[in-house]
């Protein structure tokens, strides 16, 4: 039912699908409070203000503490500046988390695959891995040259790069978007079958 509230869109904005974007976003909401309950606030307990105020932990569960306490500074205008060092905290870490991430789990492996397709049985396929990852790179360059009359050019190999690189993208984004189409297909023919035919065929 659901699933069919949700493809109901197609025929426009009406109000089942809200009945079925309501309920997806409840369900969600209410699956990040109890993982953040669960995983987040009990340990913080049972680590902390369980484990004795003497215990090293209580200090180290002090520092979130601090932070929320300081964050909750940016609802008075006046005492916002406090805040903003607890934002600083959150951002600079979350930053930090972010970019460790990319590097070991994205382009690390990349460049670690790019590198393994140089092989002699696959060197057009490197070639292509090696000039579709440079250009979409060069693509996303905004370096250039301003003239006198204002406008910003860049030269001509790193605009033809760039061509080359928005290809490989759009091609990248067409492929992605079909495999998302084939997958809800997929599920919800398995919908169809799984659910829909048993019950027809208890009903014939």
Same mark, same amino acid.
């Given at each position: 039912?659901?699933?069919?509230?949700?493809?109901?869109?197609?025929?426009?904005?009406?109000?089942?699908?809200?009945?079925?974007?309501?309920?997806?976003?409840?369900?969600?909401?209410?699956?990040?409070? !109890?993982?953040?309950?669960?995983?987040?606030? !009990?340990?913080?307990?049972?680590?902390?203000?369980?484990?004795?105020?003497? =215990?090293?932990?209580?200090?180290?569960?002090? !520092?979130?503490?601090?932070?929320?306490?300081?964050?909750?500074?940016?609802?008075?205008?006046?005492?916002?500046?406090?805040? =903003?060092?607890?934002?600083?905290?959150?951002?600079?870490?979350?930053?930090?988390?972010?970019?460790?991430?990319?590097?070991?789990? $994205?382009?690390?492996?990349?460049?670690?695959?790019?590198?393994?397709?140089?092989?002699?049985? =696959?060197?057009?396929?490197?070639?292509?891995?090696?000039?579709?990852?440079?250009?979409?790179?060069?693509?996303?360059?905004?370096?250039?040259?301003?003239?006198?009359?204002? @406008?910003?050019? @860049?030269?001509?190999?790193?605009?033809?790069?760039?061509?080359?690189?928005?290809?490989?993208?759009?091609?990248?984004?067409?492929? $992605?978007?079909?495999?998302?189409?084939?997958?809800?297909? $997929?599920?919800? $023919?398995?919908?169809?079958?799984?659910?829909?035919?048993?019950?027809? =065929?208890?009903?014939?």
């Amino acid at each position: 039912m659901l699933t069919l509230m949700i493809f109901s869109y197609l025929l426009g904005d009406n109000f089942l699908y809200r009945i079925a974007i309501h309920v997806f976003v409840g369900a969600a909401a209410a699956y990040i409070l !109890i993982v953040s309950v669960e995983s987040v606030l !009990i340990p913080w307990v049972n680590l902390t203000l369980i484990g004795g105020f003497s =215990n090293s932990n209580f200090l180290i569960g002090l !520092i979130p503490i601090l932070i929320g306490v300081l964050l909750l500074f940016k609802v008075s205008p006046r005492l916002s500046r406090f805040g =903003n060092l607890g934002l600083a905290f959150v951002l600079g870490i979350g930053g930090a988390v972010a970019i460790w991430g990319a590097v070991t789990g $994205t382009l690390l492996p990349l460049a670690s695959g790019a590198a393994r397709a140089f092989t002699p049985a =696959n060197v057009v396929d490197g070639l292509i891995i090696l000039i579709g990852t440079v250009c979409t790179l060069i693509y996303f360059t905004y370096v250039g040259v301003r003239r006198p009359s204002g @406008q910003i050019v @860049q030269a001509l190999p790193i605009t033809f790069a760039a061509r080359i690189g928005q290809g490989f993208i759009i091609v990248t984004l067409g492929a $992605t978007y079909a495999l998302v189409i084939l997958s809800a297909l $997929t599920i919800f $023919t398995g919908v169809i079958v799984n659910r829909l035919l048993p019950l027809l =065929n208890r009903g014939g």
